[in-house]
């Protein structure tokens, strides 16, 4: 079975520095897709950065970007510049090639301080 | 814009009365999921659907059944609520493995965080 490890179940960063979460998991399969969500206070779960993990290059979207090591098995993300509104709980994601369910972390809360 | 709306933000029941939620999606995606999030445990799935009239349990199904009729809507059922299903409830849709093209990320509605007294 899969599994999604985050062992950061809280961090903190100042605004404008750059802070790393933390996300291992566990899977036999080749071919998978992992992501990151970010869920803010009383708001709606978003999608933040999607790897596939056929692709070598690590993805980015503007601040957010990850480091993927597929030998580790390990999907972090890195946010720089980090904003006010980035405070949330974020989500490591998991899913394998088919019609099965997201594996999801039990997610970590950030808080940016001014 | 992919939206996913869930009937209710907020809901208070009695011990023992049966709860529907509602989650319509309008994307014509196929799959559906129902989650709850509980603080610790992170998000827990309860079913899902890949197909209208088809379902499949997820980790923690007791308690609860599922309802879909049409593509677009996916229904909780809570057939006797109790106090331990406080929580929140989350809904999600998806496209079909085969018709993502690779996307097989998941749509969030806003959730409804239901009490039970």
């Known amino acids: 079975a899969q599994t999604v490890t985050q062992s950061q179940p809280e961090m903190s960063v100042q605004e404008a520095e750059t802070v790393t979460l933390s996300c291992t998991y566990d899977?036999?399969?080749?071919?998978?897709?992992l992501f990151w969500y970010k869920q803010p206070p009383s708001r709606q779960m978003i999608l933040v950065i999607r790897?596939?993990?056929?692709?070598?290059q690590n993805a980015t979207e503007n601040r957010f970007s990850v480091n993927f090591q597929k030998a580790a098995k390990s999907f972090s993300l890195k946010i720089s510049d980090s904003q006010l509104g980035d405070t949330a709980m974020y989500f490591c994601a998991f899913i394998y090639s088919g019609n099965t369910p997201l594996v999801f972390g039990k997610g970590t809360r950030l808080s940016v301080i001014a | 814009d992919v939206k996913v709306t869930q009937s209710s933000r907020y809901l208070v029941k009695r011990t023992g009365e049966k709860v529907f939620l509602e989650c319509v999606q309008d994307?014509?995606?196929?799959?559906m999921f129902w989650y709850r999030q509980d603080p610790g445990l992170g998000l827990r799935l309860i079913y899902f659907?890949?197909?209208?009239?088809?379902?499949e349990k997820g980790d923690i199904p007791e308690g609860y059944s599922v309802s879909r009729e049409k593509k677009e809507r996916f229904s909780l059922i809570l057939e006797s609520a109790s106090t331990n299903q406080t929580s929140m409830y989350l809904c999600?849709?998806?496209?079909?493995?085969?018709?993502?093209?690779?996307?097989?990320?998941?749509?969030f509605g806003p959730g409804t965080r239901l009490t039970v007294t």
């Open positions: 999600a849709s998806s496209l079909r493995a085969g018709l993502a093209g690779g996307r097989y990320e998941q749509y």
């Open positions: 790897q596939e993990a056929y692709k070598q």
């Open positions: 899977t036999s399969e080749n071919n998978y897709y």
């Open positions: 659907s890949y197909d209208v009239k088809m379902k």
């Open positions: 994307m014509d995606h196929e799959n």
